[in-house]
């Protein structure tokens, strides 16, 4: 082993894979930019008609606004992006450079998970903005915080299920299959419009979602509620995600 | 070290179809083997059970006596590949040093292999702005930064203009005298010649012969007779004892069992004939009798100084 030889690679492959993703962000940011653009533009419309106006809970609907279609937002861009750049990446062969250098697994899937937070953060920066400008300081800075770090934690199940489909499907096939299950779930979760104006069948399928249990916790940070069972919910569904993904990535065909 | 990759008793398929069978490969440190043969004949399944791509389904496939489909045993691997995928928004220094990252190496590693490749000067330069040739000399750094056991090339010239090809074995051979295991798999029967200790011969998933290429090449007593000629190919397969006609250029090779024969008639027959050479079978031919079919692209003209 020569003197050029360094220490185990895991934790130093996964800063290099992050780097390269941040990288690819940075220089080419349209991406970036056409991502958030949907979700902010959705929510600015809303927020303007009716964020002023008190809900149920008692908080300004600005607020409460802010935890579902914040959700929406982390959900949308944490679902979509790293599938399709995945199966890009297959289509392109570096995903085969990568599967036959001496990457772990993890590394290669963590870095894609982490890489997808910046449009994460990039969303939340956008709607927290917006609702300033619009409803005025509804929550405290305390809150924002605490919303925003919940959201981003609690989209990397959907980072994980967007890697397991771009994992095995093209880039088109991906971008209509994570389509597909992005906007059922959106709005069969109430992250739209609430759950109490959907047909029943509707609200039974709620609490099987992973969508409606982000939106629950991240609702939770506002009001204070318990939300125990939705922690569960997004752990179950991170480490079946997780499983999904690995399975999909040693079984890649590249 | 013993080998740096073994395979033994290795059977593959893709559902009915039988890929890989009974293949016996054994490759030494210092050794470069190429895999020869038709399109089909289990080369590229060789390749991915090697890099651990594919999934061992009967037999053993060991690259320094560890199962490649470990990300650690990998580390011993320095793979070049026909296409390879590089992103666009990365620059070469970038990915050479990932791929250093990847093998455990420092990044300091990057800058040494760059040299060597000869492509210091494109370190800050973007890969989407890179031409054919130009990446396949950044695989063949990104292959090398590890300093692998073994070197897996997989079609590694394609692309690459003579005076890139003398540069790229020159490397390669620098390397394997340096004791790095090395296996290649092309479509340019001469490249292998040139530069192979031994070579493979696979057909229909099967090894049908491993020898040296001077070996193989003295398998066939038949000649080739090169020549630039007015005559054309229909012309020339008339005469008496002609095997095959093809051309390279502006001359024709004439492959026979019988020279004296077929230069008679050709001498008679053709004012126009100059420049007339006649030589051994090459190893081409050689895989040709033995498999029954072409090497898909053996028309490629190539330079080889190796």
Sequence with gaps: MSAMTVAAPGVRVLGVEVAEGLRAILREPTALFFSVLFPVGFFAMFVSLFGNQPAPSGLPVAATMLATYGTYGVVSVMLMNPGIRTAEDRTTGWMRVKKVSGAPVGATIGAKVIAALPYALLVMAALVAVTAAVAGPVLGIGTILRLVAVLLLGGLPFALISLAVGFVASPNAAAAILNAVLFPMVIASGLWFPLDYMPAFIQNVAPFLPTYHLSQLALAQLTGADATANVLALLVTTAVAGALAGWAYRNLRV | ?306
């Design chain 2, 1 to 306: 070290m013993d080998e740096v990759l073994r395979i033994a008793g290795v059977h593959h398929r893709y559902g009915l179809v039988q890929a890989l069978s009974g293949v016996e490969l054994d490759v030494t440190p210092g050794e470069c083997v190429a895999l020869l043969g038709p399109n089909g004949a289990g080369k590229s399944t060789l390749i991915g059970l090697a890099t651990g791509l594919l999934a061992v389904q009967e037999g053993e496939v060991r690259v320094c006596g560890a199962d490649p489909r470990r990300a650690a045993t990998r580390r011993h691997l320095g793979v070049v590949q026909q296409s390879m995928g590089l992103p666009r928004t990365l620059k070469v220094g970038e990915l050479v040093r990932g791929a250093a990252a990847r093998a455990g190496r420092a990044a300091s590693a990057a800058g040494p292999v760059l040299a060597e490749v000869g492509i210091t000067e494109l370190a800050g330069r973007r890969s989407g702005k890179l031409s054919g040739g130009q990446r396949q000399r950044v695989a063949l750094a990104m292959a090398l930064v590890g300093e692998p056991d073994l070197l897996l090339l997989d079609e590694p010239t394609t692309g690459l203009d003579v005076t890139a090809r003398r540069a790229f074995w020159r490397t390669i051979t620098a390397r394997r005298d340096a004791g790095v295991g090395i296996v290649l798999t092309t479509h340019i029967v001469e490249e292998a010649a040139a530069v192979a200790d031994r070579v493979v011969i696979l057909h229909g998933g099967r090894v049908v012969a491993v020898d040296t290429p001077a070996a193989l090449s003295a398998l066939l007593p038949d000649r080739t007779i090169s020549a630039r000629t007015g005559l054309d190919d229909v012309a020339l397969r008339a005469f008496d004892g002609v095997l095959s006609v093809r051309r390279d250029g502006d001359r024709v090779r004439v492959a026979t069992a019988v020279p004296e024969t077929v230069l008679r008639a050709w001498l008679s027959a053709d004012d126009t004939l100059t420049d007339l050479r006649v030589e051994g079978a090459g190893l081409e031919q050689a895989m040709f009798a033995l498999t029954g079919e072409d090497i898909p692209g053996h028309d490629e003209k190539t330079e080889v100084s190796a």
